[in-house]
């Protein structure tokens, strides 16, 4: 990744070779203010990887959502949320990423204000320079009152990664990237990792179709990051929604996207994913989102489930003993009759 | 909470183009507005077919059958052991073949034995099913050659040890999911599965033993049939609003039936004793059907929960709300 200064710069195309080697954990940071919903990330995605088209197709009536989730066959998958003028995020402002405190517990009441500036634009040319995505110019009187959140959903390649942990072959690894890889030739499609991903993101591909049977996610593009390259989806993203690189690096940046949008006055900005003391011990892929994570299909407090191992084990030896005591039971007590 | 793909409505809580909200109420009497996305599911449903149902009813009636055995053998029952011995042994004979056939790629089933994960109770089972497959099947062998007795002894032995394992891992593989009606049953689900398959190895064993013979495992099916019923009722009550899938569709048609058959199948064999034959006949044949239902309700809620996105997103919330967010492992 040639990006080494935190600067907020944040157009500037990343592009370029990967610089890191093995041993650096990378990850994608998906900038939702800044997504346009084009979904060139699916299509480079499908091309790259060749991933078979969906056997159910047709309008979802979900927005311009007809991909509708992640899956064997979708592994980015663009949501549209339209929303009202007015909406407060559910959570009042209780964040969860690293207990960040979320922008916009009062709304979005600055469409109706003064159209053509952001609100909290009335000082410095560093604040002017956040993009205005969200339809501050849209909301002249008249045209529109709502704003239209869309954002490149991924494979979260979780730190503690539930389908890796349940996987009984072992197809699933950790690359020397820290991304998460199902190795597609060890892979006999037992599903576990399926139930076990508290994203919905892992899923097995109908028998009939290429590679029919096995699990199948993003692999973060492991043959081209092996290469040097960057994902096909973040070279593809025409606004840098998508981003690529090394994981520290991203996380700082990010912090100060955030920071920005939030000083912009923008609404509901909350880093997700970004903070290690989560459930899942952070995630390779994290997200700036405008809304609660419910709002676009994410889980607000993730958890690996075989972080209750323990409990679950000592439930079955309980419960193993207790079949012993109860034949015990059965053959001790009474006559013969 | 209200199912999953209801048609976006445009309430007061502003619900258009794709913010559907769903209010969910806590175990402990927070509400909390949900938002959705199109009221899509957050999590997936299992990629698994009918298999898994009947492998968990077999594979538990099969396990908990071993443990009679060496009850039986220990307490001087000889003809309830030999019997026992032959359900677990035609409880063996169907559960491999039924994983294998659930698996994407059945060619591939050796993979399972590839590595031995911990952390994977797919993988444990596993290795407890092919062990437990192994010695069971040659204690049956050994003991219809007539052949090795003290071998025979050391195989039921460890038959009874592999089997109660095998009764129980089941309910700690679904357990160890993200789906919400398993995961938060995690402390229940094994407890459950030993009972029903306790019942289900009672009720096999005295179908095809002497009313004579069968007293014990009478004792053992209604035993195992209580236990699953109160087990039952305590794990829907620490659900709470999760729980609410065991009342819903095909989880609570498999869930009214399996309690019904259950307790009539349980006062039918308590009633019939050794004497009234067919009654108890029937009650083990109630209860055998019963197992079958409980593992189908817990398999189709499964699926119903996952479909959910309140049951997944609610709690999480609510745990949020709470103060009480997830942190890292230490």
């Known amino acids: 990744m040639t990006h080494s200064s935190h600067d907020s710069d944040l157009l500037n195309h990343p592009g370029g070779p990967v610089q890191g080697s093995a041993g650096t954990r990378f990850g994608f940071f998906t900038d939702t203010s800044v997504c346009i919903g084009c979904k060139a990330c699916e299509v480079a995605c499908k091309e790259w990887n060749q991933v078979p088209a969906r056997e159910e197709s047709g309008f979802t009536g979900h927005s311009m959502d007809n991909t509708g989730a992640l899956g064997a066959d979708s592994w980015r998958h663009v949501a549209f949320i339209e929303q009202p003028a007015g909406h407060v995020p559910a959570s009042g402002g209780a964040g969860v990423d690293g207990d960040a405190e979320v922008s916009g517990r009062v709304g979005l009441e600055w469409f109706g204000e003064d159209p053509g500036l952001p609100p909290g634009a009335h000082g410095s040319e560093e604040q002017r320079e956040v993009p205005n995505f969200g339809g501050a110019e849209l909301a002249a009187p008249g045209v529109t009152d709502f704003r239209w959140l869309m954002s490149s959903d991924v494979c979260k390649h979780c730190t503690e990664a539930a389908c890796l942990e349940v996987c009984p072959t072992g197809a699933i690894f950790y690359t020397e990237f820290s991304t998460v890889v199902v190795q597609d030739e060890v892979c006999n499609g037992c599903g576990y990792c399926v139930t076990a991903c508290p994203y919905g993101v892992i899923e097995r591909r109908s028998p009939g179709q290429h590679g029919g049977g096995g699990a199948f996610k993003c692999t973060m593009c492991y043959d081209r990051m092996r290469g040097e390259q960057q994902p096909a989806c973040a070279q593809a993203c025409p606004t840098d929604s998508i981003q690529f690189g090394p994981l520290d690096e991203l996380r700082a940046r990010a912090e100060v996207r955030a920071e920005d949008l939030i000083a912009a006055g923008v609404p509901g900005v909350q880093l997700y994913g970004a903070d290690p003391d989560s459930g899942v011990g952070g995630n390779g892929a994290f997200f700036l989102l405008l809304d609660d994570p419910e709002v676009y299909g994410l889980p607000p407090d993730p958890v690996t489930p075989t972080r209750n191992l323990r409990q679950i084990w000592g439930s079955a030896g309980a419960a193993a003993l207790g079949l012993a005591a109860a034949v015990a039971v059965a053959f001790a007590t009474g006559g013969r009759r | ?330």
């Not at chain 2, 209604?222 to 709470?240: F, Q």
Request: proline fraction near 6%; include cysteine; charge should be positive.
């Open chain 2, 1 to 330: 909470m209200s199912t999953a793909h209801a048609a976006p409505t445009a309430g007061p809580t502003g619900a258009a183009g794709g913010t559907e909200q769903r209010v969910y109420t806590d175990a402990d009497g927070t509400t909390i507005a949900v938002p959705t996305y199109h009221g899509r599911p957050v999590i997936k449903e299992p990629a698994w077919t009918w298999e898994v149902p009947w492998y968990l009813f077999a594979g538990g009636m099969a396990g908990a059958s071993s443990v009679l055995v060496l009850g039986a053998k220990l307490a001087g029952h000889h003809e309830l052991a030999d019997r026992a011995r032959w359900v677990a042994a035609a409880g063996v004979a169907v559960s491999p073949p039924l994983l294998i056939a659930d698996l994407g790629r059945p060619t591939r089933f050796l993979n399972m034995l590839r590595v031995f994960k911990p952390t994977s109770v797919m993988s444990v089972g596993s290795w407890i099913l092919a062990s437990y497959s192994g010695v069971a099947g040659a204690a049956s062998g050994l003991r219809a050659l007539d052949r090795l007795p003290p071998l025979q002894d050391a195989c039921d032995v460890v038959a009874a040890g592999l089997g109660a394992g095998m009764t129980v891992y089941t309910g700690a593989l679904v357990a160890d999911t993200s789906i919400p009606v398993w995961h938060e049953a995690r402390r229940h689900l094994p407890p459950l599965f030993a009972a029903s398959g306790l019942a289900a190895a009672g009720a096999a064993a005295t179908l095809v033993t002497s009313p004579e013979g069968s007293r014990p495992a009478r004792r053992a099916a209604v035993l195992g049939a209580a236990l699953e019923l109160t087990v039952d009722t305590a794990m829907r009550r620490h659900l709470g609003p999760i729980g609410e899938v065991y009342g819903r569709e095909e989880a609570g048609r498999f869930h009214r039936a399996a309690r019904a058959v259950t307790t009539t199948g349980a006062a039918l064999v308590a009633v019939g004793g050794g004497r009234r034959r067919g009654v108890t006949v029937a009650g083990s044949a109630l209860l055998l059907a019963g197992s079958v239902c409980t593992r189908w309700a817990v398999y189709r809620a499964g699926f119903q929960s996952a479909r959910d996105p309140v049951a997944t997103l609610g709690p999480q919330r609510a745990r949020l709300v709470r103060g009480e967010r997830t942190r890292a492992r230490s």
